[in-house]
């Protein structure tokens, strides 16, 4: 008699939650999904998407397809897609995506380049 039915879920999201009361002083790496909440002391890439939460701080460059900052963000930014900039968001670095959206209130202290996304 078994325990346990023989059934395999298979998760087609990754997705990597940083809380709050995390540090991380390095470069973080992530094929799919990031959302921090806490401080990064490096850089973040290959990222399919990162949300800077409204009390983060990353002092480091991203490198993703989108990202949306609501927090504080130190460093450079390039995404394939978009970059979304909130009205609490504060960004200090250069920037480079194919879409940006920043709204009103917004903090944009930096280079931005739009290009088309190359595939």
Same mark, same amino acid.
């Given at each position: 008699?078994? $325990?346990?039915? !023989?059934?395999?879920?298979?998760?087609?999201?990754? #997705?990597?939650? $940083?809380?709050? !009361?995390?540090?991380?002083?390095?470069?973080?790496?992530?094929?799919?999904?990031?959302?921090? !909440?806490?401080?990064?002391?490096?850089?973040?890439?290959?990222?399919?998407?990162? $949300?800077?939460?409204?009390?983060?701080?990353?002092?480091?460059?991203?490198?993703?397809?989108?990202?949306?900052?609501?927090? #504080?963000?130190?460093?450079?930014?390039?995404?394939?897609?978009?970059?979304?900039?909130?009205?609490?968001?504060?960004?200090?670095? !250069? $920037?480079?995506?194919?879409?940006?959206?920043?709204?009103?209130?917004?903090?944009?202290?930096?280079?931005?380049?739009?290009?088309?996304?190359?595939?």
């Amino acid at each position: 008699m078994a $325990l346990f039915k !023989d059934k395999i879920v298979e998760l087609n999201v990754s #997705e990597t939650y $940083l809380s709050a !009361d995390v540090i991380v002083k390095g470069d973080i790496a992530v094929k799919g999904q990031i959302r921090v !909440d806490g401080c990064v002391n490096g850089n973040i890439s290959e990222a399919k998407f990162v $949300l800077v939460g409204k009390n983060a701080k990353i002092s480091g460059n991203i490198s993703c397809e989108k990202c949306r900052i609501e927090g #504080e963000v130190h460093g450079n930014i390039y995404a394939l897609e978009s970059v979304q900039i909130s009205e609490s968001g504060s960004l200090n670095g !250069d $920037l480079k995506s194919s879409s940006v959206n920043m709204e009103q209130g917004a903090r944009f202290n930096g280079k931005c380049i739009m290009e088309p996304a190359v595939k």
